[in-house]
T-cell receptor, first 113, second 119 residues
Framework: KQEVTQIPAALSVPEGENLVLNCSFTDSAIYNLQWFRQDPGKGLTSLLLIQSSQREQTSGRLNASLDKSSGRSTLYIAASQPGDSATYLCAVRPDNYGQNFVFGPGTRLSVLP | EPEVTQTPSHQVTQMGQEVILRCVPISNHLYFYWYRQILGQKVEFLVSFYNNEISEKSEIFDDQFSVERPDGSNFTLKIRSTKLEDSAMYFC?????????????????FGPGTRLTVL
């Protein structure tokens, strides 16, 4: 059964810092991996989707990498801003017929002005 | 930009009552999903729906739950007899997808959620 973990559980950094969030999954047979942002009491905003055949995806100040064989993904945030404060979730889709995600517990990020 | 919408934003109900949570997926999407998030816990998959039938469901999605696409735009989740442990945030998601699951159409887009409180 696929398990997803995220380290650290919480992170607090001063504005302007570059930071890395980590996601690990136990079964490398995945179809894709998606990073989301969740603001308190709100829904999930899709940030980046990486297909299993890809190594990385970039969007603005965000870069996500995927190492499927080792079961890891990282989300790199450059020049962090207070508006980046949120919980970041990674989710993997197992490589089977179903298109459901298995989510990690999230990393709660606080960027201090 | 098109988005997934959900109503109501907050539903309070008594234990044993039936509730229907409503979602309007993005219009050209073919795949629809429900997830839930109990306070302080992970987001959990409930069910996926394609071509007017359930394509996969988790062990959480027991006989108390049902989904329906009653018309061309709405997608609903019904809980027949709510329990205290059904209290959670329920998220609807949709994706374009294709039967062959070819990228880049398999990204899922989530709605803002419905907070269900069972008393």
């Amino acid at each position: 059964k696929q398990e997803v973990t995220q380290i650290p559980a919480a992170l607090s950094v001063p504005e302007g810092e570059n930071l890395v969030l980590n996601c690990s999954f136990t079964d490398s047979a995945i179809y894709n991996l998606q990073w989301f942002r969740q603001d308190p009491g709100k829904g999930l905003t899709s940030l980046l989707l990486i297909q299993s055949s890809q190594r990385e995806q970039t969007s603005g100040r965000l870069n996500a990498s995927l190492d499927k064989s080792s079961g890891r993904s990282t989300l790199y945030i450059a020049a962090s801003q207070p508006g980046d404060s949120a919980t970041y979730l990674c989710a993997v889709r197992p490589d089977n017929y179903g298109q459901n995600f298995v989510f990690g517990p999230g990393t709660r990020l606080s960027v201090l002005p | 930009e098109p988005e997934v919408t959900q109503t109501p934003s907050h539903q309070v109900t008594q234990m044993g009552q039936e509730v229907i949570l409503r979602c309007v997926p993005i219009s050209n999407h073919l795949y629809f999903y429900w997830y839930r998030q109990i306070l302080g816990q992970k987001v959990e998959f409930l069910v996926s729906f394609y071509n007017n039938e359930i394509s996969e469901k988790s062990e959480i999605f027991d006989d108390q739950f049902s989904v329906e696409r009653p018309d061309g735009s709405n997608f609903t989740l019904k809980i027949r007899s709510t329990k205290l442990e059904d209290s959670a945030m329920y998220f609807c998601a949709s994706g374009r997808g294709t039967p062959m699951r070819e990228p880049p159409y398999n990204e899922q887009f989530f709605g803002p959620g419905t907070r269900l409180t069972v008393l």
